[in-house]
């Protein structure tokens, strides 16, 4: 009898632990993208024979890992036939302050990207959000939106690529939260 009802406090113990970690644990949220489902037209690019509104989602992210002093936003598409995926966006070096991006932040103006942030090349060729366009007839495509809460603020040669970001942010990184959406023409 003793070792079920030790057996039975382990169980429940871990049980309540697991629900508070999980109640704290690093969260991404919008109001404009959701896991599983599938982007609107604001999202697509507009160009490559997209007619989008290329407009970055709305980003808000909570509990971040103790040590961060920095945040990187990136959204990627591994489904794109490269055969490396495809950067839609990285923006690098956001304030600790700062825990939400509003729709359009990706905008090339910079105008409503955080002070002292930072936007990358996408694969497009510009600083930036690129959104979704793949291929007519090529099927539903993965877009991954991802908050990395980083160690330090990223020091980037001028025009980085995005794999070179890719693996500062991986370096850097005290740990992530990720939505994936899906789009298709």
Known sequence: MKKSINKFTVLFSSMLLSTAS???SFSLNSTQIALGE???KAQEFEGFGCSGGNKSPQLSWSNAPKGTVAF???AYD????TGSGWWHWQIV???SSVTS???GSGDQSNKLAPEGSLQINNDYGFEGFGGACPPE???V???QFTVHALSKKLELPENASGALTGYMINAHSLGSASIEALYKR
């Open 38 to 40: 599938f982007m609107d």
């Open 137 to 139: 007839g090529h099927g």
């Open 72 to 74: 990187a936003v990136t």
């Open 93 to 95: 070096n956001i304030p």
């Open 141 to 143: 495509h993965r877009y």
């Open 22 to 24: 999980m109640a704290d």
């Open 78 to 81: 591994p489904d794109a036939p």
């Open 101 to 103: 991006l509003p729709a």
